[in-house]
């Protein structure tokens, strides 16, 4: 019972550690792209784009795959599970798009 319950608390925080990341890897891309520090003429930097669009990503199948790992019973199917990955992989997506 108490090692369940760690274990919800650990899936927990995982899912706020991911929310907070993915909150300011798209924040930060937003920065990047209206107002990066270089001048003007300058495009954002594309290479500094990829890596957010991998965090953001990370930060959202990372907590999956460790609810799934340490509670696999109350893990929803695996489509949903897909459906919020390529929902991700469309947001990362969209935040290069914006950059060009």
């Given at each position: 019972m108490i090692a369940s319950r760690m274990r919800s608390a650990l899936v927990v925080a995982a899912f706020i550690g991911g929310?907070?990341?993915?909150?300011?890897?798209?924040l930060a891309g937003l920065l990047e792209v209206q107002f990066s520090g270089a001048p003007q003429d300058t495009a954002p930097r594309l290479g500094y784009l990829a890596t957010l669009a991998v965090g953001l990503a990370a930060s959202v199948t990372a907590p999956l795959?460790?609810?799934?790992?340490?509670?696999?019973?109350?893990?929803?199917?695996?489509?949903?599970?897909?459906?919020?990955?390529?929902?991700?992989?469309?947001?990362?997506?969209?935040?290069?798009a914006v950059a060009r």
């Open positions: 929310v907070l990341a993915g909150v300011g890897g798209l795959a460790l609810w799934r790992r340490l509670l696999p019973a109350s893990v929803p199917h695996w489509p949903i599970v897909a459906a919020t990955g390529l929902a991700t992989l469309a947001g990362a997506l969209l935040l290069a």
